[in-house]
């Protein structure tokens, strides 16, 4: 488990992040979600021990992590900007990797070399930024650490290629437990493979909740009515974040369990009625926007 406590970094007169709390469950993909600017890839490398908080604490498996060593073998970090020795090869990261981390399978590493047909011999510095990306993940996957680090992984990745690195998580989630935290500014990327979003703003979180709890507890209503209703009065006692009238079709976001929701609806008797799916960004503009934020403005 990864646990922050009133994490704080101030560069100068600007303050990157202030007072941030994150609990990272074991075998989850938490997503770090923010604008650029926002304090995403700060506090990624402070959770790394790349940078040292100015207060709170970092733990990871109830380990300090800055400048140590065994904390740092649970770990493996994909930063935004890639870092290669200078002339590398993929073959010679291999090797340095087999050096720090003890369970680096370098067998495997050369198979999805092949996979992602990237030649193992070539100079990195030759590389696409979508290859570069593409050997930063391989390298991360072949070195079976109990948690990885991703700062803007799938930017530069073609869709092709990102539901390939999403499917290649989701597996490693499965055997072997891996626990991956991803630094984002787009919701969308996210919502597929996510168990636990954050939403960072001005280095702080504005909200941060378990996704499967949100996609129950708020659910999103169209529905048609012969005669003119009072949609406050059917939904009095349950909170309404939204509503949309388009003639008589009604569309209503609101809080409580779908069968709730169904039950309220049926009571004023509708020509027609249909829960819709909500996607990440709903969820977040409707959640956010009850906190006094507009996050489409923040984030999109």
Same mark, same amino acid.
């Given at each position: 488990?990864?646990?922050?406590?009133?994490?704080?970094?101030?560069?100068?007169?600007?303050?990157?992040?202030?007072?941030?709390?994150?609990?990272?469950?074991?075998?989850? !993909?938490?997503?770090?979600?923010?604008? @650029?600017? &926002?304090?995403? +890839?700060?506090?990624?490398?402070?959770?790394?021990?790349?940078l040292r908080q100015d207060s709170g604490t970092i733990k990871?498996?109830?380990?300090?992590?800055?400048?140590?060593?065994?904390?740092?073998?649970?770990?493996?970090?994909? +930063?935004?900007?890639?870092?290669?020795?200078?002339?590398?090869?993929?073959?010679?990261?291999?090797?340095?990797? +087999? $050096?720090?981390?003890?369970?680096?399978?370098?067998?495997?590493?050369?198979?999805?070399?092949?996979?992602?047909?990237?030649?193992?011999?070539?100079?990195?510095?030759?590389?696409s930024k979508g290859m570069k990306k593409q050997l930063s993940?391989?390298?991360?996957?072949? &070195?079976?650490?109990?948690?990885?680090?991703?700062?803007?992984?799938?930017?530069?990745?073609?869709? $092709?290629?990102?539901?390939?690195?999403?499917?290649?998580?989701?597996?490693?989630?499965?055997?072997? @437990?891996?626990?991956?935290?991803?630094? +984002?500014?787009?919701?969308?990327?996210?919502?597929?493979?996510?168990?636990?979003?954050?939403?960072?703003?001005?280095?702080?979180?504005?909200?941060?909740?378990?996704?499967?709890?949100?996609?129950?507890?708020?659910?999103? !209503?169209?529905?048609?009515?012969?005669?003119?209703?009072?949609?406050?009065?059917?939904?009095e006692g349950t909170e309404v974040l939204k509503i949309d009238?388009?003639?008589?079709?009604?569309?209503?976001? &609101?809080?409580?369990?779908?069968?709730?929701?169904?039950?309220?609806?049926?009571?004023?008797?509708?020509?027609?009625?249909?829960?819709?799916?909500?996607?990440?960004?709903?969820?977040?503009?409707?959640?956010?926007? $009850?906190?006094?934020?507009? $996050?489409?403005?923040?984030?999109?």
């Amino acid at each position: 488990m990864i646990e922050a406590v009133n994490l704080c970094k101030q560069f100068d007169k600007i303050k990157a992040v202030d007072q941030v709390s994150v609990m990272i469950r074991e075998g989850n !993909v938490f997503g770090l979600v923010g604008t @650029n600017g &926002a304090g995403k +890839s700060t506090i990624i490398r402070m959770l790394c021990g790349i940078l040292r908080q100015d207060s709170g604490t970092i733990k990871i498996d109830g380990m300090e992590v800055y400048e140590n060593i065994d904390a740092k073998k649970l770990f493996f970090y994909i +930063s935004d900007d890639q870092y290669f020795f200078a002339n590398a090869t993929p073959k010679d990261m291999k090797k340095y990797y +087999s $050096v720090v981390y003890p369970d680096f399978d370098s067998g495997r590493f050369t198979s999805m070399m092949k996979q992602f047909d990237l030649d193992e011999n070539r100079k990195i510095n030759t590389f696409s930024k979508g290859m570069k990306k593409q050997l930063s993940v391989i390298c991360g996957i072949c &070195a079976n650490t109990k948690y990885i680090f991703c700062d803007e992984t799938f930017d530069g990745l073609d869709p $092709v290629m990102r539901q390939a690195v999403k499917s290649i998580f989701a597996k490693e989630m499965s055997e072997r @437990n891996m626990t991956a935290i991803i630094a +984002s500014h787009n919701l969308r990327e996210l919502e597929d493979i996510c168990d636990h979003v954050g939403l960072l703003h001005r280095g702080g979180i504005l909200l941060s909740k378990d996704l499967y709890d949100m996609k129950l507890s708020i659910h999103k !209503v169209q529905c048609v009515f012969q005669n003119e209703v009072d949609i406050n009065s059917i939904f009095e006692g349950t909170e309404v974040l939204k509503i949309d009238q388009r003639g008589s079709l009604y569309t209503i976001t &609101a809080r409580g369990t779908e069968e709730e929701i169904h039950d309220r609806i049926r009571m004023s008797n509708p020509v027609f009625s249909e829960i819709l799916p909500l996607t990440l960004e709903e969820i977040f503009i409707s959640e956010t926007e $009850v906190v006094g934020y507009d $996050v489409k403005k923040l984030i999109f």
